[in-house]
């Protein structure tokens, strides 16, 4: 597509229940990235993804959190037994390869946990 | 880690005004790049600088990798300028990670 696509765009679940992510990058970035905004903390990375491999998963909060990608092309970010203080809203990026390259973002998941 | 700086953090202007937001950064960078993020969350790419200066209409960016720092400039500030600015870094030798600054939010007033 033409850009990054994320779904879904709002959700809201209750404390405990797990929830799934979708990013669906734009068509042959290799590289793609995983953020959280929220009041308190910002804008934190998450994971990073080269093709089907995470390089650096040192942004994952908790071992609740987990992400993968298929393909070289969508990833799934998981949170398991989700807590409040996992409301936020989650960002997914795309760059054409790891390296000197512009990161592009998608519109986000607001996630909300009651 | 990298230590990312962004000043004001807040800044209202009248249309047509011209402002400078800067940004500054406490390691070397292999890629910098500034975002608006619009009233309704979307973060968009303005300009990927690293080093050197870029126009693109009313905006400009300039940034001195040797001196750690970035500047965007907006010329004749329009209402839809207004929104969050982030500057965001990666640094050399580590992964491709972003590390956002904590913006400065402007609001132009018609």
């Known amino acids: 597509g033409a850009g990054v696509s994320q779904s879904p765009s709002n959700k809201v679940t209750e404390k405990g229940k797990d929830v799934e992510l979708r990013c669906d990058p734009i068509s042959g970035h290799t590289a793609l990235y995983w953020y959280r905004q929220s009041l308190g903390q910002g804008l934190e990375f998450l994971i990073y993804?080269?093709?089907?491999?995470?390089?650096?998963k040192s942004g994952l909060p908790s071992d609740r959190f987990s992400a993968e990608r298929t393909g070289g092309s969508v990833s799934t970010l998981t949170i398991q037994r989700t807590q409040q203080e996992d409301s936020a809203v989650y960002l997914c990026?795309?760059?054409?390869?790891?390296?000197?390259?512009?990161?592009?973002f998608g519109d986000g998941t607001r996630l909300s946990i009651l | 880690g990298i230590q990312v700086e962004q000043s004001p953090p807040d800044l209202i202007l009248q249309e047509g005004a011209n402002s400078t937001l800067r940004c500054n950064f406490s390691?070397?960078?292999?890629?910098l790049q500034w975002f608006h993020q619009n009233p309704w969350g979307q973060l968009i790419n303005l300009f990927y600088i690293p080093s050197g200066t870029k126009q693109n209409g009313r905006l400009s960016a300039t940034t001195v990798a040797t001196e750690r720092y970035s500047l965007l400039y907006i010329s004749s500030s329009q209402t839809t300028d207004s929104g969050v600015y982030f500057c965001a870094v990666s640094t050399q030798g580590g992964s491709e990670k972003l590390v956002f600054g904590k913006g400065t939010k402007l609001t132009v007033n018609p």
């Open positions: 390691d070397s960078v292999n890629n």
């Open positions: 993804f080269q093709g089907n491999s995470a390089p650096d």
């Open positions: 990026a795309s760059s054409l390869d790891s390296y000197y390259q512009p990161q592009h």
